[in-house]
Each structure stands twice: as structure tokens, then as C-alpha cells.
Nanobody, 120 residues
């Protein structure tokens, strides 16, 4: 089985920075696409940023220029560097990964979520 464990959330003032980490563990053969989603109270979950195995990235328009997604394949870890945070960034952030295990085709996995709160 595969588990995704997130860390790095917290409370910051507007304009501050946080770095989220998500480490995958288990019988991993290969991790394909990885991404970060977020969900604010009363709103739908939305894709914030994604990164392919080859390093190609995509971002939600509202975070372009402020957030950077990266990955370390040797550590099976994806990161989200968040700069110039705004109150509207407040949400629970979830890691997502498409993982190929040793004996099975790729499946989608989710982290437990980490709270990011940005005060004005």
C-alpha cells in the first residue's frame, strides 16, 4: 500500500511564506504525476499545482508567480513553496499522487490534508 504524509502547514500573516511537503511511502515502483489541491470551507476542492514525472508544471491562475511546485524523485516527495500568501489562500491543502506499485498499475492516492491559515 501507499501512504502520503503531509507537513508544513500553519498560521502565517499575509505576505508570508510556507513550504508544504508530501512524502510517499510503500511499495513504490514509480510516481507519475503529483499535485497539490486545496479546499476552503463551503467551497469545492481545486487543483493548485501539478508536476509531471519529467518536471513539467501547471498552476492555478490565482497562484501563478507566488507558488512553486517541485519534486524529489529519490525521496518520493513533492513540495509546494508558497510565497506572498493572501487570506484567500486559507484552506486545507491536500497532496495527490499517481503511483505505480511494484506489482500493480498506477493508482491515485491522497494525503491527509494540512491546514494553511493566512491572516490579514
Amino acid at each position: 500500500q501507499v501512504q502520503l504524509v503531509e507537513s508544513g502547514g500553519g498560521l502565517v500573516q499575509a505576505g508570508g511564506s510556507l513550504r508544504l511537503s508530501c512524502a510517499a511511502s510503500g511499495s513504490i515502483f514509480r510516481i507519475n504525476d503529483m499535485g497539490w489541491y486545496r479546499q476552503a470551507p463551503g467551497k469545492q476542492r481545486e487543483l493548485v499545482a501539478s508536476i509531471t514525472n519529467g518536471g513539467s508544471t501547471n498552476y492555478l491562475d490565482s497562484v501563478k508567480g507566488r507558488f512553486t511546485i517541485s519534486r524529489d524523485n529519490a525521496k518520493n516527495t513533492v513540495y509546494l513553496q508558497m510565497n506572498s500568501l493572501k487570506p484567500e489562500d486559507t484552506a486545507v491543502y491536500y497532496c495527490n499522487a499517481d503511483v505505480r506499485t511494484s506489482l500493480r498499475p498506477a493508482n491515485n492516492y491522497w494525503g491527509q490534508g494540512t491546514q494553511v491559515t493566512v491572516s490579514s
